[in-house]
């Protein structure tokens, strides 16, 4: 996962160990704290499959990696997202995962003991992660604004016609 955030492609990359994972769990969500108890170490890399070049930079990358010595543990679709975990045979420590969307792919490197049918009950009733939520989508929001502003100044100095904008649009994400 290390080449793949070198790519400087995702939009969040969170490093978390067990304090952490604690913290994430706000909503004290028993389930999510029997699944993830016996984790040391998590990396979680999302990534944005909304241009051409973060696509094929994860395609590519994607088609380098080989699970041949890797036992697939599961592989489903799940709330319209194809599911992928796999572990390095003959251990029982580490896992990958990898959860695919239309637009959005979800990689997860898991050092420690993790219950995989707790994991898969957990993934399918949803995780109530509260105002870490809230942060996320707040972020993609953030992302969204600032786009729009670079399109604006980039038109703005090649001398465009404006386009008529309310100014309270701008400051709404969504619009």
Do not use: C
């Not at 790519?7 to 969500?29: C, F, G, Q, W």
């Not at 930079?57 to 796999?86: C, H, P, T």
């Not at 009950?121 to 707040?138: C, K, S």
Request: aromatic share 8%; no cysteine.
């Amino acid at each position: 996962m290390e080449k793949i955030e070198e790519e400087k492609i995702h939009s969040l990359s969170l490093h978390l160990y067990p304090s952490t994972i604690r913290m994430v769990n706000i909503a004290n969500d028993p389930n999510f704290h029997e699944v993830t108890k016996n984790v040391k170490k998590a990396h979680y890399l999302q990534i944005n499959l909304d241009s051409e070049e973060k696509t094929s930079a994860y395609e590519a990358w994607k088609n380098e990696q080989s699970f041949s010595d890797w036992e697939e543990m599961l592989s489903a679709r799940m709330n319209g997202s194809l599911v992928n975990i796999y572990t390095p045979q003959g251990e029982e420590d580490y896992f990958f995962a990898s959860i695919e969307s239309n637009d959005v792919v979800s990689l997860v490197w898991l050092e420690g003991k993790v219950d995989l049918a707790k994991a898969t009950q957990l993934m399918q009733t949803g995780i109530d992660l509260g105002p870490v939520t809230d942060f996320l989508t707040d972020k993609k929001e953030t992302e969204e604004q600032r786009e729009k502003m670079k399109a604006l100044r980039k038109q703005m100095n090649e001398g465009e016609a404006m386009p008529e904008v309310d100014s309270l649009e701008i400051d709404q994400p969504n619009k």
